[in-house]
């Protein structure tokens, strides 16, 4: 079946915009997940859903990122004012959300540059 | 909280040759899981291996096996016969398994690239 997927592929955006970034999960997986990958950084987790809740937002930088889930499968992140500290790759994962035995499936990320 | 050391940001083998990623974590929890992802420049995060920790058994997918060393925190990666097509960087990761706010995010290391010389 289809893999999770994430639009835009790459995204160059002016410091102070205001940028979107879309997963769609693979079709039946309740859980999805937003990690970054920087140079400096290495890769973070940022968000964390179940369904449309987000029991763990530990991850998210700063007030300017946010984060949706709507249908329980669809999710966008959102970065307000964005910086430059923002470029990064900006992964998305999935997975069935049911037991222990969990595993996480990532989409292609989204490069995001900020100039 | 819990932390995952690969202590070779790179390594290099000749083709058909066998080498061993490294990588050590730090975790206060009896219960977890181990993962290897493979990430090539597309970008695309490729789950290779996983080890749950409960079992003594090391697990091993065709090429790619573990050395799981609970005791020592240390989760190995093993390529054999290495191949053109294993060139990139792979990531050692570690998941909690209580259902419990934050017990399911992937926490990684920080990466070893991996080179095939042919």
């Known amino acids: 079946g289809a893999g999770v997927s994430q639009s835009p592929s790459n995204k160059v955006t002016e410091k102070g915009k205001d940028v979107e970034l879309r997963c769609d999960p693979i079709s039946g997986h309740t859980a999805l997940y937003w990690y970054r990958q920087s140079l400096g950084q290495g890769l973070e987790f940022l968000i964390y859903?179940?369904?449309?809740?987000?029991?763990?937002k530990s991850g998210l930088p700063s007030d300017r990122f946010s984060a949706e889930r709507t249908g329980g499968s669809v999710s966008t992140l959102t970065i307000q004012r964005t910086q430059q500290e923002d470029s990064a790759v900006y992964l998305c994962a999935s997975s069935l959300g049911r037991d222990r035995t969990d595993t996480q499936y990532f989409g292609p990320g989204t490069r995001l540059t900020v100039l | 909280a819990q932390t995952v050391t690969q202590s070779q940001p790179e390594m290099s083998v000749q083709e058909a040759e066998t080498v061993t990623l490294s990588c050590t974590y730090d975790t206060s929890e009896s219960d977890y899981y181990l993962f290897w992802y493979k990430q090539p420049p597309s970008r695309q995060m490729i789950l290779v291996i996983r080890?749950?920790?409960?079992?003594?058994q090391n697990a091993t997918e065709n090429r790619f096996s573990v050395n799981f060393q609970k005791a020592a925190k240390s989760f190995s990666l093993k390529i054999s016969d290495s191949q053109l097509g294993d060139a990139a960087m792979y990531f050692c990761?570690?998941?909690?398994?209580?259902?419990?706010?934050?017990?399911?995010?992937?926490?990684f290391g920080q990466g070893t690239r991996l080179t095939i010389n042919p």
């Open positions: 080890q749950e920790a409960y079992k003594q």
């Open positions: 859903f179940q369904g449309n809740s987000a029991p763990d």
């Open positions: 990761a570690y998941r909690g398994t209580i259902i419990i706010q934050g017990a399911q995010k992937l926490v």
